[in-house]
């Protein structure tokens, strides 16, 4: 049997890559991409997928502040170091206390900014998404609309958000 890391094996990063494929496809004036970071894949397979034909679109990461490893690591200029979760959290999806050494590289290389959201972000993000566009989305991938919501990101122009999953447990 074959052993394939959830987040830290290229195969698996490039399977997330066909995401930002998606995206460029169906957004074709996009200007800023905002996706969950726990252990990396995700966003550094979207990175790797659509850095080499938009050099100048805004790629940006989000953590919650419970599991700041990435954010922490991204911003210090070095490499990530197991973190001691300051708080339980309901993004339990990317409650991630290491990011994957493959994919965060990348992310280094690739992304402009990583931020953390706090949980009430999170969960203004969900009633948002549930109130306003009947989307029932888990806490880990509401993520990027908390980090807008909160005003993490500054991009400007056509922005999207990586929502995922419906795994909610009340």
């Not at 894949?41 to 953590?63: K, N």
């Not at 290389?109 to 549930?130: F, G, N, Y």
Request: hydrophobic share 50%; no cysteine; net charge negative.
């Amino acid at each position: 049997a074959a052993v394939v890391h959830p987040f830290d094996d290229e195969r698996v990063i490039a399977g997330q890559g066909t995401i930002g494929f998606e995206i460029l496809e169906a957004v074709p004036d996009l200007d800023a991409l905002v996706a969950p970071v726990g252990g990396g894949r995700l966003l550094a397979g979207i990175a790797v997928a659509v850095r080499p034909s938009r050099p100048r679109l805004e790629l940006v990461g989000v953590q919650t502040e419970a599991y700041p490893a990435a954010a922490r690591a991204f911003h210090r200029d070095g490499p990530p170091a197991e973190t001691t979760p300051r708080a339980p959290t309901i993004a339990d999806g990317i409650a991630v206390a290491r990011p994957g050494d493959i994919p965060f590289e990348m992310i280094r290389e690739l992304v402009d900014e990583v931020v953390t959201v706090s949980e009430d972000d999170i969960a203004r993000a969900l009633l948002v998404l549930m109130e306003r566009a009947k989307l029932v989305v888990e806490p880990a991938g509401a993520v990027g609309v908390a980090a807008i919501l909160a005003g993490k990101v500054s991009a400007s122009g056509t922005t999207v958000a990586v929502i995922s999953g419906g795994n909610i447990d009340p």
